[in-house]
Nanobody, 121 residues
Framework: QVQLVESGGGLVQAGESLRLSCAAS????????MGWSRQAPGKQREVVAL???????NYADSVKGRFTISRDNAKNTVYLQMNSLKPEDTAIYYC???????????????WGQGTQVTVSS
């Protein structure tokens, strides 16, 4: 079994910062890319940021220059540093990871339960 657990969400004012963490645990052989997505009320889930095992990153245009994704491969953990937060960043934030559970298994896409981020104006 594999589990992803997010933490770090909360209520902040516009312009402030938050740092989200997501730790993967369980039967893990390797992790390919890890990422963060978000879903605001009444909207579709959107990918916010991705990071490969080698550290290459990709961001949604709406967060470029404000959000930074990073990972600690030794801890199987991915982070999302969110600066200059805006009310439109309010959403449930989910992490996901492509994980291989053994040397002979394929990869599976695992998701966390989500953490609420609310930005007040």
């Amino acid at each position: 079994q594999v589990q992803l657990v997010e933490s770090g969400g909360g209520l902040v004012q516009a312009g402030e910062s938050l740092r989200l963490s997501c730790a993967a645990s369980g039967s893990i052989f390797s992790i390919n890319f890890m990422g963060w997505s978000r879903q605001a009320p009444g909207k579709q889930r959107e990918v916010v940021a991705l990071i490969t095992s080698g550290g290459s990153t990709n961001y949604a245009d709406s967060v470029k220059g404000r959000f930074t994704i990073s990972r600690d491969n030794a801890k199987n953990t991915v982070y999302l540093q969110m600066n200059s937060l805006k009310p439109e960043d309010t959403a449930i934030y989910y992490c996901n990871a492509l994980i291989r559970r053994s040397s002979v298994s394929g990869t599976g896409d695992y998701w966390g339960q989500g953490t609420q981020v609310t930005v007040s104006s």
